[in-house]
C-alpha cells in the first residue's frame, strides 16, 4: 500500500512499507532566443545585434555585446527599430509570455515537477536560471526550445547555451531533449484548433480566404545542405492545412522578410501578399507556424506593416494570434515533456477536418416565423413608440444580470451545445441584455422558451421583466434598436457597431449561420436607409460624443491640449478615439491605445482610430506599463468590459502629483474599471451612472431642437412601412395559452406556477 501526503512539499516523498522512497526532482526548462532584458532604449537597441550573432561559435561569443551594438546601429536599422518600439511598448513580450506558459505548464505536469524559463540572450539568462535549478535539488531536466522546427540558429545555440552553463555549474543532471517537434500531435491540434476558433470568429472559409503559412525568415548561408528546417515547415503546415480541412492549393508557405540585404529564404510574405492581391485574392489569413511564442518581429511586421500594405490594395489581412499560453497548447507541451514527441505523418481519413462544413438547411426566405426575442432592458427616451409593447427591468436588477462579453461567449456555446438553439446572438450593452435566435424543438411538454430563458436568467431578481416577441415584432424591435430608437440616447449612431460586435461574439460561439446574418445584414442595411432618406439622419450622436462633450464643459479640458489615454479594445474605445480625432481635432500623436490582444474584430477599426498614435499591447490592463501611460496622462477613458476594477487608488498614489496636474477619468464600463480613484486629490472619476446623467441632460438639449419629434415620427413610420408582413409562429411552444405562457422555466406545463407574459406575433 502507498500513501501520499496531501501537502505539496511533503508529496515530493512517499511511503512504502514504512520506508521512504524519495522520488526524483524532475523540472521542464523551457527555451527560447531571447528578449530584450529592460524595456530602456539602449537595451532594445542593442538587442537585435545579439541575436542575430547568437548562433556564433563559442570562440566568437565574447564580441557579442559590442558587434551587436554596431550591428544595431549600422546593419540592422529596420529590426533594431521594429525591437526598440515593441520592447518599450510591451515590456518584453516573450518573457512575459513564457512565464505565463511556464506557470500554466506547471500546474498541468504531475506532483514534483518544475517549470522554468531562460533566454539565450536578454533574460532571465541561462546561466542563471541553469544555477536555480541546480539549487533546487533538480535531477532529472527536459528541456524544450520554443521552436518547432529546428534551426542551428535557434535551437542549435540555445542548447548550447545550456550545455555550456551546465559545464561551468558542475552539477551531472539527466538531460533529455525535445529538439525537433515539427511533427507532434499534440502541437499540430493545437495549432490548427486555435486557426480554426479564429477563423470561425471572423467568418473566413477556405472559399474566399486564403491561407499563408509565415515561417521565421534565415539567410541561405545559415541553411546548409541537408539542413532540415525548410523541409519541416513545410510539413507542419501541410499537416495543420490538412487537419484544418483547407484544400491545398488555397494555401502557401512564406518567409518573414530579411533584415538585412543578402539572399535570404524565399517566397518572402511581402511578396507572397502582392501576388495573391495581383491575383485577385481579398481575404487573406496568416498562421505563424514557426513561433510558439509572441516576438516583435512578427506583431510588427505581419500586423502591422504587412497589413498596411494589403490593405492599401483593397484586401484584408487577418493574423491569426500565435500559441502562447493557448490551453490545448500546454496540454501539448505537458505530453511533450513527459513522453516527447508524438509523431503525425497524416491524419488519415477517418478524422473529421476542423473546418468541415457542417449540414445546415440554407433557409429560402429570412425565416421570421420562427425567429425569438427573448431580453431585458432598460427604459428608453423614446419609449416604444410604433414599435411593440415593452416591460422595463429596474436598474438594479438589469445591473444583476449583465454578463461580461467572454461570458456571453461561454452562453452562447453552452446554448449551442445542449441544443437549446444552432444560430443565435446576445445583444449585450449597457441599456438591454436580448437573446435574437432560432430555438431548437425540445422534447415533448418542454417549452423551448422557457428552456433558453433558464439559460439565459439562471436567477431571476425582482424587479427583472422579461419580454419575449416572436417573427414580426421581434424583427421590428430589432430594426428600431439598430437605428438608435430604443436607446438612452436617441438616434444613437453607436448601436450599429455593437450589434456587429454582438455578432462576432456570435461567430466565435459558433451560433452564426446564414439566417442570423442575413437578418442582420437588412437591419444595418434599412438603418442606413433611413438615416439617407428621412430627416433622422440629422440626429446621430454618439454615446461616446455625448459624455466627452459635457464632460469638457463641466471640467473645462482643453482637449486638444492634453495627453489622452484609452483603455481596452472595445467599440466604445473606438468610439472615443474617433470622437477625440473627428469632433474635438484631438492629434493621434496625443492619443494612447492600450489593448490585450491583437485578435478580434475590432482591431481593424482600432488602428484607423488610432492613426499614428502610440499602441501598447498588455496581457493584463493591472500591468505596470498601463500605470505608466497613465500617470502621463490627463484623461483617461477605460472601455473594456470586466467584472472587477482593474485600476484602484494604491496603483496611483505616488504616481505623481495629481493636484498640480489632474487627472480625469472617464468610466465606461458598467460594472466599474476603477476603486477608490476619487479619493486621490486632482483625481476626478466619472463612472458608469454619473456619466448617464450627463447623457440624459444632453438627450434633453437635443430633444429641444426644431423637428426632432416629426423626425422620429418619420422614422418610425419608415420602418413600419418596411416590416415584413404577419406572420403566425411555427414554433412548437405547449405553454403559450392567449398570450400568456406558464412557469417561465417549465420543465412541463400547467403547474400553475407565476405566469410570465409573452407577445407574440400572431394574427
Not at 521512504?20 to 529592460?38: H, Q
Not at 524559463?117 to 541546480?134: K, S
Request: proline fraction near 6%; include cysteine.
Amino acid at each position: 500500500m502507498s500513501l501520499c501526503f496531501p501537502d505539496k512539499k511533503k508529496r515530493e516523498n512517499c511511503v512504502d512499507g514504512g520506508r521512504s522512497a524519495p522520488v526524483p526532482r524532475r523540472a521542464v526548462l523551457l527555451i527560447n532566443t531571447g528578449a530584450p532584458a529592460t524595456a530602456d532604449v539602449a537595451c532594445a537597441r542593442r538587442y537585435p545585434g545579439e541575436a542575430i550573432v547568437v548562433g556564433w561559435r563559442a570562440c566568437l561569443r565574447w564580441l557579442r555585446g559590442g558587434l551587436g551594438r554596431l550591428i544595431a546601429r549600422l546593419g540592422t536599422g529596420r529590426l533594431g527599430e521594429l525591437h526598440r518600439r515593441t520592447s518599450i511598448e510591451r515590456a518584453s513580450l516573450p518573457r512575459v509570455i513564457m512565464a505565463e506558459q511556464a506557470s500554466a505548464l506547471e500546474s498541468a505536469l504531475p506532483d514534483g515537477w518544475r517549470a522554468f524559463v531562460a533566454m539565450g540572450h536578454g533574460g532571465p539568462a541561462i546561466a542563471d536560471v541553469t544555477r536555480e535549478i541546480v539549487a533546487a535539488g533538480i535531477e532529472e531536466l527536459v528541456m524544450v526550445p520554443m521552436y518547432p522546427q529546428f534551426s542551428r540558429t535557434t535551437t542549435g545555440a540555445v542548447i548550447g547555451e545550456v550545455y555550456r552553463a551546465l559545464r561551468e555549474v558542475g552539477r551531472h543532471l539527466r538531460v533529455s531533449l525535445r529538439t525537433t517537434w515539427y511533427d507532434d500531435g499534440g502541437y499540430l491540434s493545437a495549432q490548427a484548433k486555435l486557426v480554426a476558433e479564429y477563423a470561425l470568429r471572423r467568418g473566413l472559409k477556405p472559399a474566399d480566404t486564403h491561407l499563408v503559412f509565415s515561417a521565421h525568415g534565415l539567410p541561405v548561408s545559415h541553411v546548409s545542405p541537408g539542413a532540415p528546417y525548410v523541409s519541416q515547415v513545410e510539413q507542419s503546415a501541410a499537416l495543420v492545412a490538412q487537419r484544418l480541412g483547407w484544400p491545398a492549393d488555397r494555401c502557401t508557405l512564406a518567409y518573414q522578410s530579411p533584415t538585412w540585404s543578402g539572399a535570404w529564404l524565399k517566397p518572402g510574405v511581402r511578396e507572397v501578399l502582392k501576388e495573391l492581391c495581383d491575383a485577385g485574392e481579398r481575404r487573406v489569413l496568416v498562421c505563424p507556424i514557426s513561433l510558439a511564442v509572441d516576438c516583435p518581429e512578427t506583431l510588427e511586421e505581419m500586423d502591422v506593416r504587412c497589413r498596411e500594405e494589403f490593405e492599401s490594395r483593397g484586401g484584408a489581412l487577418h493574423v491569426c494570434p500565435v500559441l502562447n499560453d493557448y490551453g490545448p497548447f500546454i496540454d501539448a507541451l505537458k505530453n511533450l515533456a513527459l513522453r516527447g514527441p508524438q509523431r503525425v505523418t497524416s491524419w488519415g481519413s477517418g478524422l473529421k477536418p476542423l473546418l468541415a462544413a457542417e449540414p445546415c438547411e440554407r433557409p429560402a426566405d429570412r425565416d421570421l416565423k420562427s425567429l425569438v426575442m427573448i431580453g431585458a432592458s432598460l427604459e428608453s427616451r423614446q419609449g416604444p413608440g410604433r414599435g411593440p409593447r415593452l416591460d422595463y427591468t429596474e436598474p438594479r436588477a438589469f445591473a444583476s444580470i449583465k454578463k461580461p462579453q467572454d461570458d456571453v461567449l461561454v452562453l452562447l456555446r453552452s446554448a449551442r451545445e445542449a441544443g437549446v438553439a444552432r444560430e443565435a446572438l446576445v445583444w449585450n450593452t449597457c441599456h438591454r441584455f436580448e437573446f435574437y435566435g432560432w430555438l431548437e424543438k425540445p422534447g415533448k411538454g418542454v417549452c423551448a422558451v422557457a428552456r433558453a430563458r433558464s439559460r439565459l436568467f439562471d436567477k431571476e431578481p425582482p424587479g427583472l421583466e422579461v419580454n419575449v416577441l416572436f417573427g414580426k415584432e421581434a424583427w421590428h424591435h430589432l430594426a428600431r434598436t439598430a437605428a438608435g430608437l430604443n436607446s438612452g440616447l436617441p438616434g444613437d449612431a453607436d448601436v450599429v457597431a455593437q450589434l456587429q460586435t454582438a455578432h462576432r461574439v456570435a461567430e466565435g460561439a459558433g451560433t452564426a449561420g446564414p439566417r442570423l446574418k442575413r437578418l442582420l445584414d437588412e437591419a444595418t442595411s434599412l438603418v442606413e436607409s433611413v438615416r439617407g432618406e428621412t430627416e433622422w439622419g440629422q440626429h446621430d450622436p454618439g454615446y461616446c460624443l455625448a459624455t466627452v462633450s459635457r464632460i469638457r464643459e463641466a471640467a473645462g479640458l482643453d482637449l486638444p491640449g492634453c495627453e489622452h489615454v484609452v483603455v481596452g479594445g472595445s467599440t466604445t474605445s473606438c468610439s472615443v478615439l474617433h470622437t477625440l480625432r473627428d469632433r474635438f481635432d484631438v492629434n493621434h500623436r496625443r492619443m494612447t491605445l492600450v489593448y490585450r490582444s491583437h485578435r478580434g474584430g475590432q482591431m481593424k477599426l482600432l488602428r484607423k482610430a488610432i492613426g499614428n498614435g502610440r499602441r501598447l499591447r498588455v496581457q493584463v490592463y493591472t500591468e505596470q506599463a498601463v500605470i505608466e501611460a497613465i500617470a502621463g496622462a490627463d484623461v483617461v477613458y477605460f472601455g473594456i468590459d470586466a467584472d472587477e476594477p482593474v485600476l484602484k487608488a494604491d496603483d496611483l498614489r505616488g504616481v505623481r502629483d495629481f493636484s498640480d496636474r489632474p487627472l480625469t477619468v472617464i468610466d465606461f464600463n458598467t460594472f466599474g474599471s476603477t476603486s477608490g480613484l476619487s479619493s486621490i486629490p486632482g483625481v476626478s472619476v466619472w463612472n458608469a451612472s454619473r456619466l448617464e446623467k450627463e447623457v440624459a441632460s444632453y438627450a434633453e438639449e437635443m430633444s429641444a431642437r426644431d423637428r426632432f419629434a416629426a423626425a422620429i415620427e418619420e422614422a418610425e413610420g419608415w420602418i413600419a412601412e418596411r416590416t415584413p408582413p404577419a406572420v403566425a409562429t411555427a414554433l412548437d411552444l405547449p405553454c403559450l395559452s392567449g398570450g400568456r405562457a406558464v412557469h417561465p422555466r417549465c420543465v412541463g406545463c400547467g403547474t400553475g406556477a407565476e405566469s410570465v407574459t409573452v407577445r407574440t406575433a400572431v394574427i
